[in-house]
Nanobody, 112 residues
Framework: QVELVESGGGLVSAGGSLRLSCAAS????????MGWFRQAPGKEREFVAAITWSSGRTYYADSVKGRFTMSRENAKNTVYLQMNSLKPEDTAVYYC?????WGQGTQVTVSS
């Protein structure tokens, strides 16, 4: 079993930046990849980004390409989501996941 804890959310003005972190603990050797999803009020949860542990290959939703960057720090079993040029439509609860385990989420609010 893997436990995930997100941090780094907050309130930021449009055009600003935030960096989210997700620390994994437990049976981390079972992890192949990790991802970020987000859910805005009244909307479905949607994919944001993912990264593979071994190669560090990244994948992004079209809506965040060029603005968000996902990275990993293997020694700390931690992944990051650097979010730049934030827009009000990026407002959501952001969750990290291994595909099986999910974190509790961290709120990101972007004011216009």
């Amino acid at each position: 079993q893997v436990e995930l804890v997100e941090s780094g959310g907050g309130l930021v003005s449009a055009g600003g930046s935030l960096r989210l972190s997700c620390a994994a603990s437990g049976r981390t050797f079972t992890m192949y990849a990790m991802g970020w999803f987000r859910q805005a009020p009244g909307k479905e949860r949607e994919f944001v980004a993912a990264i593979t542990w071994s190669s560090g290959r990244t994948y992004y939703a079209d809506s965040v390409k060029g603005r968000f960057t996902m990275s990993r720090e293997n020694a700390k079993n931690t992944v990051y989501l650097q979010m730049n040029s934030l827009k009000p439509e990026d407002t959501a609860v952001y969750y990290c996941t291994t595909g099986r385990a999910w974190g509790q989420g961290t709120q990101v609010t972007v004011s216009s």
